[in-house]
C-alpha cells in the first residue's frame, strides 16, 4: 500500500482537485451531531508540551448519540478519520483545526454498523466486538475479538453498507484468548522492510513464556507469527508504522481506581520478521496525572510541515465516568534512540 504522507487539509484539496470521493459524496450512515471541548494542556495546570519523545499538539473531549466503545482510528486517503467500536459501529468524520493545526472538533460525522456477509448488523457483543482496523491500499482490515476473526470491507471512504469477506487468521485461534485477542492491526509502508505487509498483535494472548502472540499477513496469506516481549502489567491496545517503518505499540495498564496508564513502544522495522522475540524502547508515557482515558486506538500521519502526528482516540466503555478523547503530538526524533 502507498499511504499517503499528508493528510486532513492537504488531503482533502487533493480530493477536490482529482475529484475523489469525500465523505460528504460517497453518503451512506446516518448523520450524527458532534459536541467537543477543546483540551489545551496536556497535563493540567502545567505549560509543559514535551512528554518523552512527543509534545503535545492539542486534543479534545468529545460526546454524540451512540458515541462509545471507539476502539480503533485511521485516516483515508481523502483526510477523514474512520473509526470502529466494540458494539460493531463504524464512526466517520472530520477533525476541525485551528490556523496552527490543532484539533478544535468533529464535524461531517457519519455513523452505521458494520455488516456480516449477509448485510446483517452483527448478532450481540460476541460477533460484533471490533477493536482492531486498519486501511490497506482500497480496503478495510477490522479485526474482532471474543470470535476471533479479520473481516476485509471495501472502499475506506465509504465504508457504510460494506458487505465483508474473512481472512485466514494469522495466530492460530487455539492461542487467541477470548477477550485478550487481536487488539492491533497496523499496515506498515511499502517501501519500509515489510514491503506493504499488515501485522496484527495480540492484547494479551500468551506463548508459554509470557511473550504476546503476534503474526505478519499479507494478501490473505499468512507470512508467520512472531513474538513481542510483554512487560507486566501492560496490555497492548494499538499500534501503527512510522512512514519509515518502524512499529510503534500503544500500550495501557490498570491495576485499580486511579491507576490508568498509557505507554508506546518504538520496535525497529527491520526487527519484525517470523519467529523472532521483538522489544523497544518506551517513547512516551502518561497517566491520570495528564488528560488520558482509556486510549484504544494509535494512528501516525505526516503534517502538511512534515512532521510526523500521533493522534489517539479513547474508550469510554460508555460509562459516565469515562470520556471520549482525541489526543494528538508531534513525534520529536531522537537521533541517538532507533531511526
Same mark, same amino acid.
Given at each position: 500500500?502507498?499511504?499517503p504522507? #499528508?493528510?486532513?487539509?492537504?488531503?482533502?484539496?487533493?480530493?477536490?482537485?482529482?475529484?475523489?470521493?469525500?465523505?460528504?459524496?460517497?453518503?451512506?450512515?446516518?448523520?450524527?451531531?458532534?459536541?467537543?471541548?477543546?483540551?489545551?494542556?496536556?497535563?493540567?495546570?502545567?505549560?509543559?508540551t514535551?512528554f518523552?519523545?512527543?509534545d503535545?499538539?492539542?486534543?479534545i473531549?468529545?460526546w454524540g448519540?451512540?458515541?462509545?466503545?471507539?476502539?480503533?482510528?485511521r485516516?483515508?486517503?481523502?483526510g477523514?478519520?474512520l473509526?470502529?467500536?466494540?458494539?460493531?459501529?463504524?464512526?466517520?468524520?472530520?477533525?476541525?483545526?485551528?490556523?496552527?493545526?490543532?484539533?478544535?472538533?468533529i464535524?461531517?460525522?457519519r455513523t452505521?454498523?458494520?455488516?456480516?456477509?449477509k448485510?446483517?448488523?452483527?448478532?450481540?457483543?460476541?460477533e460484533?466486538?471490533?477493536?482492531?482496523?486498519?486501511?490497506?491500499?482500497?480496503?478495510?482490515?477490522?479485526?474482532?475479538? #471474543?470470535?476471533?476473526?479479520?473481516?476485509a470491507?471495501?472502499?475506506?471512504?465509504?465504508?457504510f453498507?460494506?458487505?465483508?469477506?474473512?481472512?485466514?487468521?494469522?495466530?492460530?485461534?487455539a492461542?487467541?484468548r477470548?477477550?485478550?485477542?487481536?487488539?492491533?492491526i497496523?499496515v506498515?509502508?511499502?517501501?519500509?522492510? +515489510?514491503?506493504?505487509a499488515?501485522?496484527?498483535v495480540?492484547?494479551?494472548s500468551?506463548?508459554?513464556?509470557g511473550?504476546?502472540?503476534?503474526?505478519?499477513f499479507?494478501?490473505?496469506?499468512?507470512?508467520?507469527?512472531?513474538?513481542v516481549? #510483554?512487560?507486566?502489567p501492560?496490555?497492548?491496545?494499538?499500534?501503527?508504522?512510522?512512514?519509515?517503518?518502524?512499529?510503534? +505499540?500503544?500500550?495501557?495498564?490498570?491495576?485499580g481506581l486511579?491507576?490508568?496508564g498509557?505507554?508506546?513502544?518504538?520496535?525497529a522495522?527491520?526487527?519484525v520478521?517470523?519467529?523472532?522475540? +521483538?522489544?523497544?524502547?518506551?517513547?512516551?508515557?502518561?497517566?491520570?496525572?495528564?488528560?488520558?482515558?482509556?486510549?484504544e486506538?494509535?494512528?501516525a500521519?505526516?503534517a502538511?510541515?512534515?512532521?510526523?502526528r500521533?493522534?489517539?482516540?479513547?474508550?469510554?466503555?460508555?460509562?459516565?465516568?469515562? #470520556?471520549?478523547?482525541?489526543l494528538?503530538?508531534?513525534?520529536?526524533?531522537?537521533?541517538?534512540g532507533?531511526?
Amino acid at each position: 500500500m502507498t499511504r499517503p504522507l #499528508r493528510r486532513e487539509g492537504a488531503a482533502l484539496a487533493l480530493a477536490v482537485v482529482l475529484g475523489l470521493p469525500t465523505l460528504a459524496q460517497a453518503g451512506g450512515g446516518t448523520p450524527v451531531t458532534v459536541g467537543s471541548q477543546r483540551i489545551e494542556r496536556f497535563q493540567p495546570g502545567s505549560e509543559a508540551t514535551r512528554f518523552g519523545q512527543l509534545d503535545f499538539v492539542g486534543g479534545i473531549q468529545f460526546w454524540g448519540t451512540g458515541l462509545h466503545g471507539l476502539s480503533a482510528l485511521r485516516f483515508t486517503r481523502t483526510g477523514r478519520f474512520l473509526a470502529v467500536s466494540d458494539d460493531g459501529l463504524w464512526f466517520a468524520g472530520r477533525i476541525e483545526r485551528d490556523g496552527r493545526g490543532r484539533p478544535t472538533g468533529i464535524f461531517d460525522a457519519r455513523t452505521g454498523p458494520l455488516l456480516d456477509a449477509k448485510g446483517e448488523p452483527f448478532d450481540g457483543k460476541t460477533e460484533a466486538d471490533a477493536e482492531s482496523l486498519a486501511i490497506d491500499g482500497d480496503r478495510m482490515l477490522v479485526g474482532f475479538e #471474543r470470535d476471533h476473526r479479520i473481516l476485509a470491507y471495501s472502499d475506506p471512504d465509504s465504508p457504510f453498507d460494506r458487505r465483508p469477506e474473512t481472512l485466514p487468521l494469522p495466530v492460530p485461534r487455539a492461542e487467541l484468548r477470548r477477550n485478550r485477542g487481536l487488539e492491533t492491526i497496523a499496515v506498515s509502508p511499502t517501501r519500509a522492510p +515489510l514491503g506493504g505487509a499488515a501485522v496484527t498483535v495480540s492484547e494479551r494472548s500468551l506463548d508459554a513464556d509470557g511473550n504476546l502472540f503476534a503474526a505478519i499477513f499479507q494478501g490473505g496469506r499468512r507470512n508467520g507469527v512472531f513474538k513481542v516481549k #510483554r512487560d507486566d502489567p501492560w496490555d497492548v491496545s494499538d499500534g501503527t508504522f512510522l512512514p519509515g517503518g518502524d512499529l510503534l +505499540l500503544l500500550e495501557r495498564r490498570y491495576t485499580g481506581l486511579g491507576r490508568l496508564g498509557i505507554r508506546i513502544r518504538r520496535i525497529a522495522g527491520a526487527s519484525v520478521r517470523a519467529g523472532a522475540l +521483538l522489544d523497544g524502547p518506551v517513547i512516551f508515557e502518561a497517566d491520570l496525572g495528564e488528560e488520558i482515558d482509556n486510549m484504544e486506538g494509535l494512528e501516525a500521519w505526516t503534517a502538511p510541515d512534515g512532521s510526523t502526528r500521533l493522534t489517539m482516540i479513547s474508550d469510554d466503555n460508555g460509562s459516565m465516568f469515562q #470520556r471520549n478523547l482525541i489526543l494528538e503530538f508531534r513525534l520529536v526524533e531522537d537521533r541517538a534512540g532507533p531511526q
